[in-house]
């Protein structure tokens, strides 16, 4: 297997309360012989102080600066929240059907993420909020 993908992602989150997410996070298959789909997202956010949330989680009644989001990726039309085994932790997965996210030999597909999370009073610095690791596996 020989994949290409991106090593960071950038999310800002806007004073508006709105976030700004990758529109050209790009993965690429590299064989020339054999097509591979996405099978499963795992973060993991360590000892950085953020947790993913699970789908009954209301983040609008969180307190503001809570470092707790609700993560979701996948493709345009095929997006699973990337969900802990927990209604919160600092872990987090998300698992697709062999074929849901298919990329062809020498194809490429752009991947899709969204986020929910808590106001904030005060600005917060860049900094890593979570590793992502994913798993292919061929068609």
Do not use: H, Y
Not at 95 to 100: E, K, L, V
């Amino acid at each position: 297997m020989n994949m290409t993908v991106p090593s960071t992602m950038a999310v800002i989150f806007n004073e508006d309360g709105t976030n700004t997410l990758p529109t050209n996070f790009t993965v690429k298959n590299n064989s020339k012989i054999g097509g591979v789909s996405l099978v499963k997202i795992d973060v993991d956010a360590g000892t950085t102080g953020w947790n993913f949330c699970d789908q009954a989680t209301d983040m609008k009644v969180k307190p503001a600066g809570t470092k707790d989001i609700k993560f979701t990726a996948g493709k345009e039309g095929v997006t699973k929240l990337v969900a802990p085994s927990s209604a919160k932790d600092k872990k987090a997965s998300a698992t697709f059907n062999s074929g849901q996210i298919s990329i062809p030999a020498t194809g490429s597909q752009v991947l899709k993420f969204e986020m929910e999370r808590t106001a904030f009073k005060e600005a917060i610095s860049s900094s890593k909020a979570f590793d992502m690791t994913l798993t292919f596996d061929f068609n």
